[in-house]
């Protein structure tokens, strides 16, 4: 993901930082850190990390503890979309890499049942890749002889997530 943090605040009333990227405000709660703040040991300073290519902040604690939150960390803490998409993109090219390693077809007999090209079937192979579509992939584990199910659950309730 390209996305960059802007800017990034502490919020002790609260206890979370606000975390401000180019497309809105997401919070990460400091029950989620390690090293935590806490009243005997609070956050002294937080700031975006130029060293994570913006992409992640450090926090020190008066103690000078230090830990770094990297944005996929607060992405998913927020469920975002995107982050979502990209992780189910994900899980699903590395089953299909697995699959098609395991399985007797001949990667040309494979690429000829996609309908595509060896240049398209090794993209969809990728995992870096995140153009590809679920669709794409789900084509490619029917054409392997897999079944793939949906499974769609209530999330139980943590004590990390305030309703």
Do not use: W
């Amino acid at each position: 993901m390209a996305m960059k943090i802007v800017a990034v605040a502490g919020n002790n009333r609260k206890k979370v930082f606000e975390v401000t990227t180019l497309t809105g405000m997401l919070v990460f709660p400091y029950v989620k850190l390690d090293p935590q703040p806490t009243v005997q040991d609070p956050l002294k300073r937080v700031f975006v990390d130029p060293e994570l290519n913006q992409e992640g902040f450090t926090y020190i604690l008066t103690s000078g503890l230090e830990g770094t939150v990297h944005l996929e960390q607060v992405l998913e803490y927020n469920q975002n979309p995107g982050y979502l998409r990209h992780a189910l993109l994900y899980k699903l090219t590395i089953e299909a890499q697995q699959r098609v390693q395991a399985s007797p077809l001949a990667k040309r007999e494979i690429i000829r049942r996609l309908g595509t090209s060896a240049t398209q079937f090794y993209r969809l192979l990728d995992q870096t890749n995140y153009r590809k579509t679920i669709d794409q992939l789900l084509f490619l584990l029917h054409v392997l002889d897999c079944d793939v199910d949906l499974i769609v659950r209530a999330i139980k309730a943590r004590p990390d997530r305030a309703a």
